[in-house]
């Protein structure tokens, strides 16, 4: 990609880069190879991946069965889980454009562009993230003199974004501008399943904890990880490379998704959320704030050996990134 000398674009690609290259053991977030810095511009080999779920849901207008979305879950709250304990890290931007998948059924959770640091187990910026799967706490928060939100800020993103794969539709419909999503999320009561016995009754309770309204009776990643509905899909296999294989052959004959960038303000009026990352046309998918900016360079990861990345003096990282801001 080329370097623009945007201040916010270059944060956001160390901060997305500095993730990913201390995340190499966590089998849930996409991989970073390495990077290459020049001066007008930064290559980025990261590991390959199929799609995201926001380009899948378009091109297959299907819903998402149950042990499929059990398995995003599971991978998800551990992604999320391990930024959190391992670097005290909040993504602030869960949505199904950030889930990415393979044609091996792996489920990876991408782009820590505006992954944001705790302090004391909390953070601070407002504006970081989509509206459209933002927590009420963040939009509304109870103390405006001090607005503090969490990780379970992160747990609603999570919750309504499942919920949108359950049903094949963003939850909150027929809103035609960013406010009018605001407004329904922090008026509205919170989205949940049908109780008509499509879903299990660990799925419904799953959304429900998930989308509680009052952020303190929202559950954390480690209550959260103990969920009847993640164990569950945690014990049970499932053929996610099967499913998807027939949901894309299925739909084989549509044409692909049109490529835009990651950071594409949302269009409510059609899908009251934002527009998912760049992909190929064999609709390909790295790490959604780094394939947006231009011409990242994706590798199948079964044919590079990522450990010479890995072993770099951390210190030797740091410097590097910083040269990014220069």
């Given amino acids: 990609m080329r370097r623009s000398g945007d201040d916010d674009e270059t944060k956001r690609i160390v901060m997305d880069l500095g993730v990913l290259l201390k995340c190499g053991q966590c089998k849930f977030i996409v991989q970073c190879y390495g990077y290459l810095i020049k001066d007008a511009?930064?290559?980025?080999?990261?590991?390959?991946?199929?799609?995201?779920?926001?380009?899948?849901?378009?091109?297959?207008?299907?819903?998402?069965?149950?042990?499929?979305?059990?398995?995003?879950?599971?991978?998800?709250?551990?992604?999320?889980?391990?930024?959190?304990?391992?670097?005290?890290?909040?993504?602030?931007?869960?949505?199904?454009?950030?889930?990415?998948?393979?044609?091996?059924?792996d489920v990876k959770l991408c782009d820590f562009g505006i992954a944001g640091r705790l302090v004391e187990s909390q953070a601070k910026s407002r504006q970081a993230g989509c509206a459209a799967y933002m927590a009420p706490e963040r939009i509304d928060p109870p103390d405006p003199q001090k607005p503090l939100y969490d990780i379970r800020a992160d747990v609603w993103s999570l919750g309504?974004?499942?919920?949108?794969?359950?049903?094949?539709?963003?939850?909150?419909?027929?809103?035609?501008?960013d406010f009018e999503v605001l407004s329904r999320i922090v008026q509205d009561p919170p989205p949940s399943l049908p109780s008509d016995g499509e879903f299990s009754a660990e799925f419904c309770d799953f959304i429900v904890v998930c989308l509680s309204k009052d952020y303190k009776k929202r559950p954390k990643y480690k209550k959260l990880l103990e969920h009847a509905f993640i164990k569950k899909y945690d014990a049970t296999d499932v053929d996610v490379a099967a499913w998807y294989a027939s949901v894309t052959n299925r739909n084989s004959t549509q044409p692909a998704a049109t490529s835009v960038a990651a950071?594409?303000?949302?269009?409510?009026?059609?899908?009251?959320?934002?527009?998912?990352?760049?992909?190929?046309?064999?609709?390909?998918?790295?790490?959604?704030?780094?394939?947006?900016?231009?011409?990242?360079?994706?590798?199948?990861?079964?044919?590079?050996?990522?450990?010479?990345?890995q072993q770099q003096n951390r210190n030797e990282l740091e410097t590097n990134l910083q040269q990014l801001c220069l």
Avoid at 71 to 95: G, P
Avoid at 272 to 287: I, L
């Fill in 160 to 177: 309504i974004t499942l919920v949108e794969m359950a049903l094949g539709r963003f939850p909150y419909q027929n809103c035609k501008t």
């Fill in 263 to 309: 950071n594409t303000p949302p269009t409510p009026a059609t899908s009251g959320k934002t527009p998912s990352s760049q992909t190929s046309s064999m609709d390909t998918a790295a790490s959604s704030s780094l394939s947006s900016h231009s011409d990242t360079r994706n590798v199948d990861d079964s044919s590079l050996d990522s450990s010479p990345f």
């Fill in 41 to 105: 511009e930064v290559l980025i080999c990261m590991e390959l991946m199929a799609t995201c779920f926001d380009k899948l849901l378009k091109r297959t207008k299907e819903k998402v069965p149950e042990e499929i979305i059990g398995k995003i879950a599971v991978a998800t709250v551990k992604a999320l889980s391990y930024v959190k304990d391992n670097h005290d890290i909040i993504h602030r931007d869960v949505k199904p454009s950030n889930i990415l998948i393979n044609e091996r059924g």
